[in-house]
């Protein structure tokens, strides 16, 4: 039935999304108000003249724009449309639309939003940018609930749609707006779901942070009661970013104390997005204790993989919410490592740190330029001799320049790698998967690397991901991380050590290569 009415569509260039939604619209408040009249002249719906002129002189022209075409094409529209369930037309027609790109949130969300409710006796609900939850509403089915749900949107023709399908619903309210500005809204809720667009810079000096995820939590937060929650989806960088974010977050806890923050299983939001996302539940009333966990994918459930909790005023001092060092199972290294009394040191505070330039596959060519890659590291070191090149004049790629000593560092890929780079011939440049830090006091790049590959520093850039199953490490973020600050001769001794005791590694492996190679051409002689 869907699929005909999608046909009859297109055949008539009714093609985008809103297209697709109005007509399905048009046809099912037609129905309604046919229904509602409960009108004897059967011609009605079976005369394509009649049918149309009626729909006309009810103002459904006024209320969904011209409609674009003749008389045929409405009765075959509505002879198609009438009885297909309209909130799953949505549904599908949002999730075949590859132009606005809308995201349909994974009904699990909706699911546990669900539950907290129950549990916490909220009755009067809010779920912003509704249309994002458009499956989750038509799996919980909540609004059969004895519940009072308001549905906002800022798609005029959203809107309409969910005012048509609800419209027998009396504890259901559809309200127009955004959620990236205030909301004159003259009532508070129990409870907030949301999951704001990402990425979003706004220009609004009435909130303390200029990101679209922050931005539309402070809108939001007015509009909770006393004891409600408020449960966002956020990408990874809102947890811990500095500056204007890290002010806000704590500006956000002061307000509407954390109550708990779940990490999402990898690819929830695909194809809309595949960094790391987090569902953080904030609370009008003091938090007895802050739950933190991983949630993760079982039969198309989300469940809880591991959960902790600790107290309010330890969160209360972080300034982060990376939620994976305190999850971490190999807590006691971790713990060792922040609690020392050894002082630690910023990266931005002892160096600089900058991406590579992106460097095209048909940009590679013979050239004066070498380009260090992911492909040129290898067990710590860098491979010189592969490294591809570029034809460009020097001062155009200047910046770009890895100095000798300088530590390299992957920031994309799938795993990462360290090395400290070494003498070269001729200019070498980082690609955009390589992060360069040159160090220029207190830390030397080879203890650097000896720290950032251990355990502790493996589990400090982990929790800097921004990706999921690919590493995406933002040269901002990696600045904020945390080097234990140690004198210069202990690091020189430490790095001394390390190196005579890699040499010795690798010369013990080469004799035991060549060794078994022997062995084996022995061997082999003895078969015939």
């Not at 309200?175 to 667009?197: E, K």
């Not at 006091?441 to 950032?452: D, E, G, N, P």
């Not at 991901?465 to 202990?490: C, F, H, I, S, W």
Request: glycine share 4%; net charge negative; hydrophobic share 40%.
């Amino acid at each position: 039935m869907i699929e005909s009415f999608w046909n009859i569509c297109l055949l008539h260039d009714i093609s985008t999304r809103d297209q697709l939604l109005r007509e399905a619209i048009r046809v099912k408040r037609t129905q309604q108000l046919l229904d509602q009249q409960q009108l004897e002249d059967a011609s009605l719906t079976t005369e394509p003249e009649k049918l149309f002129q009626w729909m006309k002189e009810r103002a459904l022209e006024r209320e969904l724009g011209h409609f674009p075409g003749d008389r045929d094409l409405f009765y075959k529209l509505y002879q198609t449309g009438k009885d297909m369930d309209l909130l799953e037309y949505a549904l599908l027609t949002i999730q075949q639309d590859r132009v606005t790109g809308g995201i349909i949130v994974h009904p699990g969300i909706v699911e546990r939003f669900i539950d907290r409710c129950e549990r916490r006796n909220g009755k009067n609900l809010l779920i912003a940018e509704a249309e994002k939850y458009i499956k989750g509403l038509v799996e919980t089915k909540c609004y059969h609930r004895s519940w009072t749900i308001t549905l906002l949107t800022e798609n005029y023709i959203i809107g309409r749609l969910f005012k048509t399908y609800f419209e027998s619903c009396s504890n259901i309210h559809v309200v127009q707006g955004s959620i990236y500005q205030p909301l004159p809204l003259d009532r508070q809720f129990d409870a907030i779901l949301a999951m704001p667009n990402f990425g979003m810079k706004m220009n609004d000096e009435n909130v303390a942070v200029r990101e679209s995820e922050g931005a539309a939590a402070s809108y939001l937060l007015p509009l909770l009661q006393d004891g409600g929650i408020m449960s966002v989806t956020f990408p990874a960088r809102m947890l811990f970013q500095s500056g204007a974010i890290a002010s806000w977050r704590k500006q956000m806890n002061e307000l509407a104390p954390v109550q708990s923050i779940y990490s999402l299983p990898d690819g929830l939001f695909r194809p809309y997005t595949s960094v790391k996302t987090y569902q953080v539940d904030f609370g009008k009333a003091p938090a007895e204790e802050v739950i933190l966990g991983r949630l993760h994918m079982e039969k198309s459930k989300l469940v809880v993989d591991r959960e902790i909790s600790i107290h309010p005023d330890p969160f209360r001092q972080l300034d982060h919410w990376r939620i994976e060092l305190l999850l971490d199972e190999d807590q006691d290294t971790l713990r060792s490592f922040q609690q020392a009394a050894t002082p630690k040191v910023k990266l931005r505070d002892v160096a600089d740190i900058f991406r590579g330039k992106s460097v095209l596959k048909q940009d590679l060519r013979p050239g004066n330029i070498k380009v260090l890659n992911i492909s040129n590291l290898d067990d710590g070191e860098v491979l010189l001799d592969q490294l591809e090149t570029i034809d460009e004049e020097e001062r155009k790629v200047k910046r770009y320049e890895i100095l000798p000593g300088d530590l390299v560092m992957t920031c994309r890929g799938t795993v990462n790698k360290l090395a400290v780079f070494p003498e070269a011939q001729g200019m070498v440049i980082a690609s955009a998967n390589i992060l360069v830090i040159r160090f220029k006091s207190a830390i030397k790049s080879h203890f650097a690397k000896m720290f950032l590959e251990s355990p502790v520093g493996t589990a400090l850039i982990q929790s800097f991901q921004r990706g999921t199953t690919v590493m995406n490490l933002n040269p901002a973020d990696v600045a904020e991380m945390e080097l234990p600050l140690v004198p210069e001769n202990k690091q020189q001794e430490l790095i001394q050590r390390y190196t005579q005791e890699k040499e010795r590694y690798k010369e013990v492996v080469r004799e035991a290569a060549n060794r078994w190679e022997r062995v084996k051409n022995q061997l082999y002689e003895q078969l015939y």
